[in-house]
């Protein structure tokens, strides 16, 4: 299957200071990608839609100036997580869909686990 | 709103018992898609299924997707400690919004 990496993996931080997550598709181009926050046994959470060569798509609730998400190009996503604070310490991962014809497939990164201090 | 229903969310067996975990919606999908989660680690897919009635078979795990695209099954045969995880159903949101559907989870804890 298709392979998308992110880095860091893992992350402390101290409040106020802002934190860059990177999420590239390996062995595929990927117009769209996304990102996803997710606590503890639970499900993933859509915080935004990320489209190569213009501006992303945020979910409700989901501040686009807290949350940077750029897709300079068709391999590379990035997330700054600006002026962080404890309360933004989760699990954050990528993933980017892929389209083969008529099937289409996302696939995940490993995900970043951000620790704000 | 389309929404996937997944169930049970929690499930705790004894290693070498079956189960079935559910995820349906009043909703259609073109596919569905299983993902199978470990701690602090990213989904992997398992599974796509594609067509009303497939069924798709991985190993023990025995994947159907029903006849009218509305609702998806995951069966394990003689659950193994290694099948812990949370496991994900999801599918392509309809008007072409391009968004992943999730169900909430199932967090399957196979004991030894």
């Known amino acids: 299957g298709a392979v998308v990496s992110q880095h860091p993996s893992r992350v402390i931080c101290k409040s106020g200071t802002s934190v860059k997550i990177e999420c590239r598709s390996l062995d595929f181009q990927a117009t769209t990608m996304f990102w996803y926050r997710q606590f503890p046994k639970q499900s993933l959470m859509l915080m935004a839609t990320s489209n190569e060569g213009s501006k992303a798509t945020y979910e409700q609730g989901v501040e686009k100036d807290k949350f940077l998400i750029n897709h300079a190009s068709l391999t590379l996503s990035t997330l700054t997580v600006t002026s962080a604070h404890p309360e933004d310490s989760s699990f954050y991962i990528c993933?980017?869909?892929?389209?083969?014809?008529?099937?289409?497939?996302?696939?995940f990164g490993p995900g970043t686990r951000l620790l704000v201090l | 709103t389309q929404l996937l229903e997944q169930s049970p969310q929690f499930l705790s067996i004894q290693e070498g018992e079956n189960l079935t975990v559910y995820c349906n919606s009043s909703?259609?999908?073109?596919?569905l898609q299983w993902y199978r989660q470990e701690p602090g680690e990213g989904p992997v897919l398992l599974v796509t299924v594609v067509t009303g009635g497939e069924v798709k078979k991985l190993k023990r795990l025995t994947f159907q997707f029903g006849d009218a695209r509305k609702d998806s099954s995951l069966h394990i045969t003689a659950a193994q400690p290694g099948d812990t995880g949370l496991y994900l159903c999801a599918g392509w949101g309809s008007g072409n919004t391009g968004k992943l559907i999730f169900g909430q989870g199932t967090t399957l804890q196979v004991k030894p």
């Open positions: 909703s259609v999908f073109s596919s």
């Open positions: 993933s980017a869909r892929d389209r083969q014809g008529a099937l289409e497939t996302q696939y």
